[in-house]
């Protein structure tokens, strides 16, 4: 398990690091993904819009839970943010040092992380939604003009 959260660190070293100029964009990104704006924004604006999307986020968040309490049980894995000062392998105090944020202060088991989950199937649900909504208006304007291009003879 060292080896995975060593990866770990290494990886949000990296990400905190070397995308600081993004940050305002994958906070804004984070925030808009986060699973507790479906049970108050997304489903009730969803499901006046869409009833089969709003169903979908609201599946969304119960199973996408569901899944992430069943694999916290079984992992129980440490926050990156407590293991660098509990493990013994970075030598003479030589832990690294992470970035924390209001998100990140957690104080159960942190893997697989909830937020990662919940907010990669908000979005999944949202992408696609949006994908599926734009492509049907494609093929109606296609069907106008192809219509409207018969009708002239053409
Ligand atoms: O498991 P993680 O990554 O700490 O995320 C859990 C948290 O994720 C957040 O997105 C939710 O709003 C919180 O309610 C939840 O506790």
Redesign the pocket.
Known sequence: MDFLHRNGVLIIQHLQKDYRAYYEFLNFMSNVG???NIFSIYFPLWFQLNQTVGTKMIWVAVIGDWF?LIF?WILFGH?PYWWVQETQIYPNHSSPCLEQFP??C?T?P?S?????M??SCVWYVMVTAAMSHAVSRMDKFSITLHRHACGRGL
């Open positions: 986060d699973p507790r992430n916290k926050r998100t990140t957690e159960g942190g697989p992380s909830g937020h990662a919940g907010s």
